[in-house]
């Protein structure tokens, strides 16, 4: 199974229908977007897949995107997300909150970690626990995304430019 990990998408729709466009040719089943989602217009693009959003630091507009979300058949997990697949743990959170995401990467509760924020991807290892950062859709030099293999956790970085 493979699942995409994109991160700080801010609106910006003509940079995520590229970052969808490349989920498409990779055929990933499910998708997790770890914040600044920026808005509706870009929840409504991930709608081949069921999407795990969580929002970050300067999503607005916190009902229209849940309802947007909701609409569109999606999973809003608000700040903090936690999933089961493959038999993988797999917790998700924008990272802005830096205490969060530290309790998260060291507890040794999860398999995997996915945190935007920074706009760098990064794969890193806590422990057992796996820490990626897809990079950014919009606002990177280079933009990128990730999609993980499951149960591997075999990683790998897309760049989009």
């Known amino acids: 199974m493979w ?4 991160s700080d998408t801010h609106g910006h729709v003509e940079f995520t229908r590229a970052a969808v466009r490349m989920l498409e ?22 709608s081949p897949w069921p999407t795990h959003f969580v929002f970050g630091n300067v999503d607005d507009h916190l009902g229209l995107l849940r309802r947007e979300m909701t609409a569109a ?6 700040r903090f997300g ?8 797999i917790a998700f959170l924008h990272g802005d909150d830096a205490r969060r995401l530290r309790k998260a990467a060291t507890s040794g509760q999860w398999d995997l970690v996915c945190y935007g924020h920074t706009h760098v991807a990064r794969l890193e290892r806590e422990g057992d626990t796996l820490l ?3 990079g950014a859709v919009y606002r990177a030099n ?3 995304i990730a ?4 149960p591997s956790l075999e990683v790998t970085t897309i760049p989009l430019d």
């Open 82 to 89: 936690a999933l089961q697949w493959a038999g993988r743990r």
């Open 142 to 144: 280079p933009r990128s």
């Open 3 to 6: 699942i995409g990990v994109v």
């Open 132 to 134: 990626l950062n897809p």
């Open 73 to 78: 058949g999606h999973t809003c997990h608000e």
């Open 25 to 46: 040719s990779v055929g990933v089943g499910v998708v997790i977007h770890c914040g600044d989602v920026g808005s509706a217009d870009v929840v409504r693009l991930f």
């Open 147 to 150: 999609v993980v293999e499951l």
